[in-house]
């Protein structure tokens, strides 16, 4: 009996494990701390925020939207994915007027046209052996029907991320600057991965894409939308991850020199700006320390090169005459 016992908690053992790893297998991550390495590796600093969300969503199998200020790194996000996961980034960016046939599909009208004065010769012969019109008007439209077939259809980013065969990873970029139509039509991708398209009828997934969309909250989106996805916002970073992503993206800084430029970042970001630097400007801040060879913020240097990181004339009126102060709180705080 005892033997049995054991031999029965030995299949229970492997049953279990064998789950375990086919269910690792499906979700590509067996934990959040996973999550956290794997976009570390490709240079991307996750926050346990941003790396939980990822979890949940290939998990779920749900699109996420990522919405932030600019420049924090949301599409940064859907591309790093896509190395992670080995997978194809299929983009579509979006602005104002964006409709299906820029989105989904388009026919190709040129290749119709061609294909069509190619087949006009053969014409009396198609029609041989018709009576009557009705017969004539039955077999012109079986031809109809062949020109509007996959053979003449142009996929657009959409669908060619439903037919990826193995998958690939779906950048809807800036989906906030579309018109509320265009938000509309989402929504059967976004809930089923599927998409009606009148002459084919519906063309669904054949490997669900991860997506991502992002915003810039430049307007509010509908609940229909949101319902449909996981939410992530993502926020300007904390002095400490903000030094952990300059340290990852530019290691050839010295770390005192990065706490400095990012304390510098921080309290610049606390002034009355029309345009607050994000932190995509300040690794371009921290380049141009390499590229100037400069060892120091000094005044000279943060005066010269203000323009790295603010982008409107009234900023940097505010900015120029405060380095000084803002420079000397800096030593201040010990940074």
Not at 128 to 151: I, T
Not at 187 to 192: F, G, K, P
Not at 311 to 318: F, G, I, V
């Amino acid at each position: 009996m005892s033997r049995r016992m054991h031999h029965v908690g030995r299949l229970k053992a492997v049953v279990r494990e064998n789950a375990v790893n086919l269910s690792d297998a499906h979700c590509g991550f067996c934990s959040v701390e996973d999550v956290r390495q794997a976009f570390l590796k490709e240079g991307f600093v996750c926050s346990w925020e941003a790396a939980t969300t990822l979890f949940l969503t290939q998990r779920l199998e749900k699109p996420l939207l990522v919405e932030g200020p600019a420049g924090v790194g949301k599409t940064e996000i859907a591309k790093t994915a896509a190395r992670v996961f080995g997978l194809p980034l299929i983009r579509l960016q979006c602005y104002e007027g964006l409709d299906e046939s820029k989105a989904l599909y388009e026919w190709q009208y040129g290749k119709q046209l061609l294909y069509s004065q190619m087949l006009k010769d053969r014409l009396d012969t198609l029609l041989d052996g018709c009576r009557d019109v009705e017969q004539s008007m039955a077999r012109l439209h079986a031809v109809k029907d062949l020109f509007f077939s996959e053979s003449f259809l142009e996929p657009r980013p959409l669908l060619r991320a439903l037919k990826a065969e193995r998958g690939a990873v779906l950048l809807i970029d800036e989906v906030d600057k579309a018109d509320e139509e265009f938000e509309a039509f989402l929504l059967e991708i976004l809930s089923d991965f599927q998409v009606s398209i009148p002459e084919l009828g519906t063309v669904r997934a054949t490997q669900r894409p991860f997506v991502v969309l992002t915003s810039n909250s430049t307007r509010e989106l509908g609940e229909a939308l949101k319902r449909r996805c996981l939410y992530l916002y993502v926020d300007f970073p904390s002095p400490e991850l903000e030094r952990e992503i300059v340290q990852t993206r530019v290691p050839e800084l010295p770390a005192q020199l990065v706490s400095r430029l990012v304390a510098f970042m921080h309290r610049v970001r606390r002034l009355a700006l029309r345009k607050a630097p994000s932190v995509s400007e300040t690794l371009d801040w921290a380049k141009v320390l390499l590229v100037l060879n400069a060892g120091t913020l000094d005044r000279e240097f943060v005066t010269r090169t203000l323009n790295v990181f603010l982008k409107h004339e009234e900023d940097l009126r505010t900015v120029a005459p405060l380095v000084p102060e803002l420079l000397a709180a800096g030593r201040g705080e010990g940074a």
